[in-house]
């Protein structure tokens, strides 16, 4: 079978250039496209040369559709309306759209789900092989201890530059969490606590963001119950890990019929 096209949107931000130097190092892909928005100084600039790897004949472009028309699949990790934007014009030209996008809102959740009626869309809130088993054993663990006996907080930590919260990954975990409980997480959940909040409400599942520094990623699940607390964690040193998780979502997604599929279709997790 041929190398699969893919092109990769958000060409010149850190993720971008990481899934440049990925799609390119890894057997059965190629970059075949590279998109930044318009205005970018990176515009008409080689992809692979912004990316550290040389010359790899692809101009980086602020035309998605003429690109998407070219390829086979898209890398996204962009931002929520620039996502629903590029799952529209993925559906159009029926290709596979892989999705890191964190930050996504019910509305924005609801139109991707609309453009996977004509696109393969792979989204999930973490491309990882182990922060998506990580996500098994969550729901494992939680289904296995008592809501009565043991509570759920689950402590996030990412770089300075990361705007939203909690992450996509502590969102992951936790809706793992809840499926394990068999409950609703936004019933359950607890973003903040300040002030004089009174006792922790037994079976809600609560959030610790931390952000600073140079930190890529690292999301701890404790289950605290009496006389004894697990731990389940992660920590990802590189993002090359993400990347690597995207580009294999895309060649597993090759092929495959429109639909919404996560990490853990492609992993045979689900």
Known sequence: MSEMGLVVV?????????????VHAMEGARVAGAIERPGSPALGKDAGELAGIGTIGVPI???????????????????PAASVEFAGYAAQARIVHVIGTTGCDAGHEAKIKMAAHHATIVK???????VNLLAVLVKQAARA?????????????????KVDAP???ALLLAEAAAEGRDVALAQKSVRVRDGHTGPRE???IGFATLRGGS????HSVILAGPGERIT?????EDRGIFAHGAVKAALWARGRKPGLYSMLDVLGLS
């Open 10 to 22: 958000g060409a010149a931000g850190r993720m971008g250039q990481t899934l440049i130097r990925t």
């Open 202 to 204: 037994p079976g809600t």
């Open 61 to 79: 472009s602020d035309d998605p559709l003429a690109a998407f028309a070219k390829a086979e699949g898209v890398l996204d990790f962009t931002a």
């Open 215 to 218: 930190v890529v990623g690292e």
């Open 145 to 161: 201890l008592e809501a009565a006996d043991f509570d759920i907080e689950i402590l996030e930590m990412h770089h300075r530059h």
């Open 124 to 130: 999930s809130g973490n491309m990882s092989l182990g």
């Open 232 to 236: 389940l964690s992660h920590q990802a």
């Open 167 to 169: 992450s996509g990954t």
